[in-house]
């Protein structure tokens, strides 16, 4: 293989030596090398058939390789497109939390065919929240709800964010050394009075994310490397947070944080300190949330992504 590149990239300098003459643009053709070689080898290392696993979990993550550009569709739910396999011959198609006892994927391009996976299903618990404050809840006075609002259009258009992955492996660690508290997957009703307005409310939610408990000020690094598509202090019920893109539709969503260190377009690589863990926005105490979201990047339509268990990631990675 490296004598086939080396040779490839010898014929791209000769190749653009004319318009290297009329630009002078040395650094034009480094570029043009450069992305030529990870393109190569991309191509060179993709798998030549399709391959996905037999089981998955429920709220997990499924991870298939195979030849570049191979369209694979949900055949079990109308056949919609979830994912495309990159020039590394990967595609990661999200499995909801509430899937059925399996999936059936059809795919077509270089590979053609269709596969059956089975997953495990989920047994979350339902919990009741008693004696909040419901202002630390739900947006109620006006100015809550503007704030609300500002924070809304932010994260959305974050989640609309896509950057190219930084890595081929995709492997996680947790972005937090503490025990995890609150798991992945629990309805919570929440029962209060607001200290407002003194009225009652109640309200409930899945709990989508995974919290590490550890108190205000424990370094909070990159789980993966990505691009930081949000960075922001002050959301109405995060708190700070930031939203890192690890590429392939997968964003990682750290919130209630107390400090920042990072920017939105800068590249981190895994492990790389992003900030540090707090007790902002609506919390009832100090502690990391961390939650993952799936987006089919082969569609427009954001209202299909769904959030994914962090644990299972790190369990998947530890295989």
Not at 16 to 28: P, R
Not at 75 to 99: C, E, F, H, N, Q
Not at 105 to 128: K, M, Q, V
Request: charged share 20%; hydrophobic share 40%; aromatic share 6%.
């Amino acid at each position: 293989m490296r004598t086939a590149l080396a040779a490839s990239c010898v014929a791209i300098v000769v190749f653009v030596g004319a318009a290297v003459a009329q630009t002078s643009s040395n650094d034009a053709i480094a570029e043009l090398i450069a992305a030529t070689e990870i393109s190569e080898i991309s191509k060179a290392s993709a798998p030549a058939t399709l391959s996905c696993p037999d089981e998955a979990p429920a709220g997990g993550l499924i991870i298939c390789t195979g030849p570049p550009n191979t369209d694979i569709y949900d055949a079990s739910s109308g056949g919609g497109l979830k994912a495309r396999t990159d020039t590394a011959g990967l595609a990661l198609i999200g499995a909801p939390r509430l899937a059925s006892t399996s999936i059936t994927l059809s795919f077509s391009g270089a590979a053609s065919g269709d596969t059956a996976i089975a997953l495990t299903p989920r047994d979350d618990p339902y919990r009741e929240i008693t004696g909040l404050d419901c202002d630390k809840v739900d947006a109620r006075t006006p100015t809550q709800k503007d704030h609300a609002g500002r924070s809304w259009v932010k994260k959305q258009k974050a989640f609309k964010t896509f950057y190219a992955p930084l890595t081929d492996e995709v492997k996680f660690i947790s972005p937090a050394k503490g025990p995890f508290s609150s798991p992945f997957g629990p309805t919570r009703k929440y029962i209060g009075i607001s200290k407002v307005t003194g009225k009652p409310c109640e309200s409930m939610s899945v709990h989508r994310g995974l919290d590490v408990a550890v108190p205000v000020g424990t370094e909070l690094v990159a789980p993966m490397a990505g691009v930081v598509t949000l960075a922001d202090l002050d959301l109405y019920y995060e708190g700070g947070a930031i939203f890192l893109d690890h590429g392939r539709g997968l964003k990682s969503v750290f919130i209630h944080l107390s400090e920042i260190d990072v920017a939105p377009g800068q590249h981190v690589a895994q492990g790389e300190r992003i900030g540090a863990t707090g007790n902002t926005g609506r919390t009832t105490g100090p502690h990391l949330h961390w939650a993952v979201k799936w987006r089919n990047e082969t569609s427009e339509d954001r209202s299909g992504d769904f959030y994914i268990d962090p644990k299972l990631l790190l369990e998947m990675s530890e295989k």
